[in-house]
């Protein structure tokens, strides 16, 4: 049986603002909440009940001898106790389920909103950031509505004490209703210097844990170009940056915690001090004096209340501010209207923006000075941003997007590869249990164009894997196809994922594939072999390699050479070889490593977070000390 989504339509949430997202959260179950508050108020006004009948047992059974009144208060005393405990327990048992249901819809609705976002969001935001907000923020948010149940109860208890206390003595009333906001305008500056420093201190975290990320993903780069010990001391550094950010954080959040145990405490105190002195005078009776002991003993619990939900709105509503950050992102404007209608036929495709010019049925390769640029172009050819780019003839921006998705593929060199078996996950959507929809943003191999149903046969995925010289990963499995692959392939070596990533695009057989350095994990002599092998397996369909290696370009029918966003050359590797000094500058780059394994120069890939070895390191977080590890090395 599959599991139940706790909502399979969790809304459209408020994100005009933090506060405006939590109530929210508050308005998506009304009875829920109706019911904490009920119950809550129940329970902090009950509280109040048995310092009363104490009072009237000390009274009316001990001091005046009646020891039948006497039983029958201390019965009530004890049905009053059973019936706090049960609505304690009530209050608790509601107020976490409407914690948990706003933690779930949170999480729905920020994974809803990411994977709407496809491409956008790892441009945007680091990964850091996304697993500190699925983490941290969703649970402290849901917090804050700890505020609808004892919160609510917390204030109409206070009134009801302030009221029978003024039964009692109306100085001691007016003592308790200016005393309560004096400690809440005590508290206050702190909270909101608390609100500071959280927000820095979240900001540094997300930060931090991208850093972690991007240096886990890419151990084997460092190690092979010496830079483990780098990374390690630039994290140690970022690291005890934010323990120092967390001690203002812990600082200032001590003295809230002291101020709300101590000031009630005080507060308590002189409640007590003046009842007693009020006793002595004979102003009021000995269980009078009992029971205004009891209203203010009961009076620190909503006192409490409000201040811890002080606490927890401060801390809510920073990490609501970084739930609404994400929900605010939005695709590229890739999709939109249908004003024109796809070439029937292959058909060439332009991009105003650079002047490259890629003619039907041919292999164009593209050599670009700066990374940046070729995955910029891959993104407006593919649509995944909005460009003049034309196909056909026809704007590529108005043309309807689904034909643009079946036909055109993007297929970087760190796609997402899923959990499935090797087969499985070449196959993509033919294989039914790995796929999911294309959309805008996307930009993984294998989940755009789909051939059709008996497009993944074994004959089909063994051509696949020769032309993507991948046939020995197969090979070397235990089950060969069959054999099951966790998540990202993690199991597999970086140049063997890169190869399987390349093999899965070309089984989906696109009218138009765009490879984005698909060889930058593996060592020359496969690049030579995948190189001869793509252009037949390729032929008379249009093919666009974006890369600097001589080996592909060389096998290209044209190449182009993109520098300062535009393209200065074409012709067949050869000529521009003889006649453009920059693109053979560009290219003699692309030599042996120490390793023995081919790839860019570490200025090069660093600085966008390129595969080696097939393994990213985020440049988000890890260029400078990447580049600086390569000149050390070198």
């Known amino acids: 049986m599959p599991p139940r989504i706790p909502h399979p339509e969790p809304g459209v949430p408020d994100t005009s603002g933090p506060l405006r997202y939590i109530w929210w959260l508050i308005r998506c179950q009304p009875w829920p909440v109706l019911r904490g508050s009920v119950f809550g108020t129940a329970w902090m006004v009950g509280l109040s009940v048995r310092p009363y009948l104490v009072a009237r047992a000390i009274d009316d059974g001990l001091r005046a001898g009646d020891g039948r009144a006497l039983l029958w208060w201390v019965a009530a005393i004890v049905a009053a106790g059973f019936a706090l405990a049960w609505l304690g327990i009530m209050r608790h048992r509601t107020m976490t389920f409407i914690r948990e249901d706003a933690s779930a819809r949170s999480a729905e609705v920020l994974l809803r909103g990411l994977s709407s976002v496809g ?74 210097r608390l609100e500071r420093a959280e927000s820095a201190y979240r900001q540094q975290q997300g930060e931090l844990t991208t850093r972690a990320d991007d240096i886990v993903a890419g151990l084997r780069v460092l190690a092979g170009v010496g830079g483990r010990h780098l990374f390690a001391r630039r994290y140690a550094a970022r690291s005890r940056a934010l323990r120092g950010e967390g001690y203002r954080v812990g600082a200032v959040a001590s003295w809230i915690d002291a101020l ?40 620190v619990v909503p006192v409490w209340f409000l201040l811890e939900g002080g606490y927890m709105l401060i801390q809510g509503r920073v990490a609501a501010r970084r739930i609404v950050g994400l929900l605010r992102l939005t695709p590229d404007p890739a999709g939109g209207p249908v004003t024109a ?69 993007v297929a970087d060199h760190d796609s997402h590869l899923f959990a499935g078996t090797l087969r499985e996950l070449l196959r993509g959507r033919a294989a039914g249990g790995n796929a999911r929809p294309a959309a805008a943003g996307d930009n993984a191999a294998g989940t755009g164009p789909a051939r059709d149903e008996t ?102 029918d044209t190449v182009a050479h993109l520098s300062a966003g535009r393209v200065v050359a074409t012709g067949t590797h050869a000529d521009l070889l003889a006649r453009d000094p920059g693109y053979r500058a560009l290219v003699s780059r692309t030599g042996g490593t120490a390793d023995g394994e081919h790839g860019e120069s570490v200025e090069g890939w660093a600085a966008e977070g390129t595969a080696v070895e097939g393994t990213a390191v985020g440049g988000r977080a890890a260029d400078d000390e990447a580049v600086e590890a390569g000149r050390a090395r070198r």
């Open 260 to 299: 709300t145990l101590t000031m009630p405490g005080l507060f308590l105190a002189a409640v007590v001090w003046l009842a007693a002195r009020t006793a002595a005078n004979g102003d009021i009776t000995i269980g009078q004096l009992v029971a205004v002991y009891g209203y203010t003993a009961v009076l």
């Open 455 to 556: 497009a993944g046969d074994d004959a089909d995925i063994r051509a696949a894997l020769h032309a993507a010289s991948a046939q020995d990963v197969a090979d070397a499995l235990p089950d060969g196809l069959d054999t099951p692959i966790g998540a990202r392939a993690r199991t597999l070596s970086g140049g063997q994922r890169q190869r399987v990533r390349l093999a899965r695009a070309l089984l989906a057989e696109p009218e138009v594939l765009i490879l984005v350095d698909p060889t930058s994990a593996v060592d020359a002599h496969t690049e030579a072999r995948i190189a001869q092998r793509l252009r037949g397996a390729r032929a008379g369909r249009t093919t666009i390699v974006l890369a600097t290696s001589p080996l592909v370009l060389g096998h290209a």
């Open 341 to 409: 209608t796809a070439p029937r036929q292959p058909a060439e495709l332009r991009d105003p923006a650079t002047g490259l010019v890629v003619p039907p049925g041919r292999l164009v390769g593209v050599a670009a000075d700066d990374p940046a640029e070729a995955v910029a172009l891959a993104d407006r050819l593919g649509r995944y941003v909005a460009s003049d780019v034309t196909w056909g003839g026809v704007p590529l921006a108005g043309v309807d997007l689904d034909d643009v998705r079946a036909r055109i593929l």
């Open 119 to 192: 491409a956008v969001l790892p441009r945007r935001l680091a990964a850091g950031d996304v697993a500190t907000v699925g983490g941290y923020d969703i649970v402290r948010t849901s917090h804050v509505l700890t505020l609808s149940g004892p919160g609510v109860g917390a204030v109409i208890a206070y009134g009801v004490v302030a009221v029978l206390l003024w039964s009692v003595d109306p100085p001691l009333a007016v003592l308790v209703l200016l005393g309560v906001p004096a400690i809440a305008v005590s508290v206050g500056p702190l909270l909101r």
